[in-house]
């Protein structure tokens, strides 16, 4: 059945002479595949950007038609909402916390159980078992309730629980999210496990020792996987809405210090009703995550090492 | 150094220290899971004031409770609203988004570079940057209050990250086979169908997998699109306890916690390796 000996030109030769049609044909075929994915991109995305671009100019309620204001909501977004600005503050923080945090646990998890011969697949699906649990509700609030005035966390620590406090609670949203690192984990092993074992003999050979390997192998090896992972990470740490409308209780209290952007957008949209602001927030959002996005893949230029690219 | 017992024995200590620290670590880790178990089975006055992680009675009456539903609806319907919808995502998911896959990673057409650098750049964009026009068209539709809207887009391939894993997947398909296929004469349908779908089952299952988990776990859309508490998942009844604050409630509502969970632990414990495979897959080859 191996006919990878032959080169392509010949292995088409028998179908050469009626060559034109089906070609055209394949073109054809590939539209029919092609065609729900073409209406969801139209009517799904590119449709409602542009539709939220324009009402994010207007004030508008859902009943009665758009009024345009111009600028109006972003001037009032940026010079005269202070619950605006509290939302972006918080999202920061937590994205500073919540993705180094989980990325760094996903490492070492992952740097664990590289070597390990009896117990990896255990390992593996026990550590990433939360990742599947904690983006539900359920979860959400099993942490409200653990790091609560005398939760789990109170009792041991003596907090007087976290949820309660302004500069705690989203530290305890933040956990959450880091304690879901399965995702990110899975993909470092199997990283870990695509750098081929030479590299590591030689770098013994010329006298490294492992912390040295870790730093000259491992790091530039496994870089592109670690960016692949910030980036994707951070994506979705921006958008984090549950674990927040759980812990304080749908409010984003105490005191907004849990109100992540993602929810005060929720609360200007669909609680009063504003959604020419609440479209105006999610085009700051979508700004803010693709200025985010761009400035990792240029900085990737300095730190991110494709070692097949030759061979591609 | 030059016995072997010698230079073994303190590698062995190592591998003994590596799996203590890996079970601390899980011990550590999985203990919500065993708190949310043992409190759904607490005694009320148990729930917050005791320390101890185990109930001193099994307290069954508050999974009777949470039996008999939230607001009025029974169990049975949320759990069979919960099913509706995650089955529909992912009978939509797997059709849209193979079919979307299997053009962009074998077939030729115009602007084929452009529209799958467009497709992967989806995946980035944030979900609030479509949602509330989208909410306005469901709306204008009338489908608000509908499993519609949740639905809907999932056959339209509007989960871009399935049509990558896919894609992914099948570009690792020997192309040979197709190509047989061609000679005896099939088409791209027939050879998507009798071909290539076969093969690409791995994948496929991994897709559904996620999309079952994720639509079931999902609670932002299913906030915005429903409201009649008959129409709620056991997601949505989970949310009005959020407001709770009375510990008398606290049994009963982990003890739904724990039936919420339960078709993820299950799914989980059957399909594991599909999962971290599929995953794994994902952040890697390019």
Redesign the interface.
């Known amino acids: ?1 191996t ?2 000996a032959i080169p392509p030109e010949a ?2 030769a ?2 050469a002479a009626p060559k034109r049609r ?2 055209r ?3 054809g ?9 073409v ?3 139209i ?3 590119l ?3 542009a ?2 671009l324009y ?1 994010s100019f207007t004030d508008y309620d ?1 009943f009665s038609p758009p009024k345009w204001v111009g600028l109006r909501n972003y001037v009032q977004m940026f010079t005269e909402d202070p619950r605006y600005w509290r939302s972006v503050v918080t999202t920061l923080m937590y994205v500073l916390v919540a993705v180094p945090l989980q990325l760094a646990l996903a490492l070492v ?1 992952a740097l ?2 590289k070597g ?1 011969k009896r ?1 990896k697949g255990f ?8 990742s ?2 904690g ?5 959400a ?3 409200r ?2 790091f609560n005035d ?3 966390v109170d ?1 041991l620590l003596g907090t007087g629980g976290w949820v309660n406090k302004p500069g705690w609670a989203l530290l305890a949203v933040a956990l959450l999210t880091a ?1 879901q690192f ?2 990110p984990m ?2 470092f ?3 870990l496990q ?1 750098i081929p074992a030479e590299l590591y003999e030689a770098a013994a050979v010329d006298g490294a020792g492992k912390w040295r390997q870790f730093l000259s192998v491992t790091v530039p090896m496994l870089s ?2 670690l960016f ?2 910030l ?1 994707l990470q951070t ?1 979705q740490a ?2 984090v ?2 674990p927040a ?2 812990v304080s ?2 409010k984003g209290g105490p005191a907004d210090s849990t109100l992540v952007y ?1 929810m005060y ?2 609360d200007r ?2 609680v009063a009703s504003h ?1 020419g602001y ?2 105006a ?3 700051v ?2 700004l803010v ?1 693709g200025i985010v ?1 761009a400035v990792l893949f240029r900085t990737s230029r300095s730190w991110v090492f ?1 070692a097949s690219e030759g061979d ?1 | 150094m030059t016995s072997t017992t010698v230079v073994r024995k303190p590698v062995r200590w190592g591998r003994v220290a ?2 203590v ?2 079970l601390a ?2 011990l550590v ?5 065993a ?2 178990l043992a ?1 759904s089975l607490k005694p009320a006055d148990e729930v ?2 005791s ?1 101890d992680l185990l109930p001193s009675h099994l307290e069954w009456s508050n999974y009777k409770t949470a039996l008999d539903g939230v607001n009025d609806v029974s169990i049975w319907r949320l759990l069979a609203n919960s099913l509706l919808i995650a089955g529909g995502a992912v009978l939509g998911n797997v ?2 988004c193979s ?2 896959a ?2 962009f990673a074998r ?4 602007f ?1 570079g452009p ?1 799958f650098a ?2 992967i750049a ?1 995946i ?11 909410y ?2 469901f ?1 204008q539709l009338g489908l608000v209050n509908t499993y519609w809207p949740l639905i809907l ?1 999932k ?4 989960e871009a990250f399935f ?1 990558f894993l896919i894609v992914q997947f099948m570009r690792g398909l020997p192309r ?1 086979l197709e ?1 047989a296929a ?2 005896d004469g099939c ?3 027939r050879s ?1 169908f009798q071909v290539v779908l076969p093969l690409t089952r791995p994948a496929l299952i991994t897709t559904a997998i996620f999309t079952f ?2 639509t ?2 999902d ?2 859309t299913q ?2 699109y429903l409201f009649d508490p008959d129409k709620f998942t056991l ?1 949505l009844a ?2 009005s ?3 709770a ?1 009375s510990t008398s409630a ?1 049994g009963p ?2 003890a739904l ?2 039936i ?2 339960l078709p ?2 299950l799914f ?1 414990l059957a399909f ?1 390796r599909f ?2 495979e599929g ?6 080859k ?1």
């Open positions: 059945m006919t990878t292995r088409n028998p179908a089906p070609q044909e394949r073109e075929a590939a539209w029919v595949f092609l065609s729900p994915w209406l969801g991109a009517v799904l995305t449709l409602p950007m539709v939220s009402l859902l998890v664990a159980l390990m117990g390992y593996r699906s026990a550590f990433y078992a939360p599947l649990l983006a539900s509700m359920s979860i609030l099993v942490w309730a653990v005398g939760g789990t009792n304690w399965g995702a899975v993909i092993l199997a990283g695509q592109p996987v692949f992972n980036v994506i921006f958008q809405f549950t409308f759980a209780a749908g993602t957008l929720y949209g669909f959604m609440a479209s927030m999610a085009w959002l979508l995550i996005t494709y591609r | 590596l799996h620290g890996c670590a899980l880790m999985l203990y919500p899971l708190w949310l409190t917050i004031a320390l059709i849209s079919l979307a299997y053009a077939l030729r057409f115009r084929r529209l467009f497709m989806t980035m964009l944030p979900h609030h940057a479509v949602l509330i026009p989208q306005i068209i709306n887009p056959f339209l391939a509007t049509v040979e190509e061609r000679i088409g791209p349908f998507f988990i994720w079931w776990n609670f932002f906030l915005i997601t989970l949310r306890f959020v407001d604050s606290f509502m982990f916690s724990v919420a969970l993820i632990v989980f594991q999962l971290v995953m794994a897959s994902s952040g890697l390019g």
